[in-house]
């Protein structure tokens, strides 16, 4: 077994001593409230307070079991009740906060400034802190968010709540407590039954497909876990090994002609990153996968010389029909209009070569000059890897033909390079002013008329 192996087994036997030790305090602490009858007519809000007053570890490790007991019994309307109870019972206190800064604005002093700081601090937070002390208590708050999440859609005073779960879950889930794990035909079946449910992108139609894209000589499949979720993939990509730069997807999902020699390969083609846990949406992993998987990769493969993706354009539809009933803030051509109108009206791709021209067009001008209302590029795909110091390298008309590459991009798929040179000045372009890194024929593309 592999220093690596041993080195897990051993993690995972710490994990297991503590998980269960913490499953022993809470039922210690059950007991105890089973004898209080105090606590059994407590209000969830109630319990949410006695879990904040309360400093023995058995007892507060049961009032938590109780708090996600209850809430996971609540119906929806129950749920929406108890978010916007903590977001009223559970704010900062304001008055010991304006104490504070009154004793700082007089001293001036460092430990009086960080007085303020932690007084300034939302009580949900310690709440959520102390929840996560509960054995199972990460899983269940990630459960937590993602009901919290769908509620922010019609109740956005509750986005303050959610940031607080943000940040704490954002700490928690931090770089350095991810694990990166090769997913193969050996992996147990549970995982790989949860990477055909999870992916997102490119459907995973069975275990024959599967196996294709884990088991063949030039497939690869990596995963980020983490300690609290030991078997719940938190994200992962799929890789094909080629010997140049795809331009359509069904070459690389489909049953494959042949498989290539993967120690010949020139190009490493990241093809799908999908999320797996809703509850964690907003807690980035992806920038950190790539990066760390072209590492494995290059010392795996010595002849790799490119790392591109081949990603879909998810909004570009969406954004063109807009444009076209003039919500769109940028000027459209008539030969545009007139492409779009025929796409709408049609179930094919562009077709020939000059409606192929206008739709690269098209695209381009999308992705360079969208922009979000927060500024950044309207594409969220285009977001994430040109954050991550990709460059727009190629606009790929006609190559996802299936419903979804038909209904949200009329089939145009993108491919972002990754030149190892230019990664981290490509970064803090983007970061900095936001210019988005593209290629001389996707630049060209974007400012034709």
Known sequence: MSGVQNREDQLLSRINVLSDLMARVGEIGGRILSNNKA????TLGGLCDELLSHRGEATGAAIGLAIFDRFERLDAEGKRTFFNELNDRFDVDTNAMQNAFAVWSKSKQV??????????????????RRLNRVSGGTVR???????????????????????????LLGSWFNRGFLELRRIDWNTSAEILEKIIAYEAVHEITGWDDLRRRVAAPDRRLYAFFHPALRNEPLIFVEVALSDCMPEAIGPIISEPNGVIDPLTAKTAVFYSISNCQSGLRGISFGNFLIKQVVEELRREFEALETFVTLSPIPGLRRWAEQATSGGGSIQL?????????????SAFPPSGPEKIAVFTQLAAKYLVYGKSHRGGPVDPVARF??????????????ADLSARGMATSWGGMVNYLYDLKNIERNHETFANG??????????RAANRN
């Open 385 to 398: 890897h040109l954050g991550n110091g990709a460059c727009l390298e190629q606009i790929n008309p006609g």
């Open 141 to 167: 708050l990630i459960e937590m968010r993602n009901f919290l999440l769908r509620e922010l859609k019609d109740n956005p005073d509750l986005a303050g709540l959610d940031d607080d779960f943000r940040h």
């Open 434 to 443: 936001g210019d988005v890194i593209c290629s001389t024929a996707v630049i």
């Open 111 to 128: 430990n009086d400034a960080r007085a303020c700081h932690f007084l300034s601090e939302p009580k949900s937070q310690e709440l959520i």
């Open 333 to 345: 051509s008539e030969n545009e209009l007139s492409l779009i109108a025929e796409l709408e009206a």
């Open 39 to 42: 606590y059994q007519n407590l």
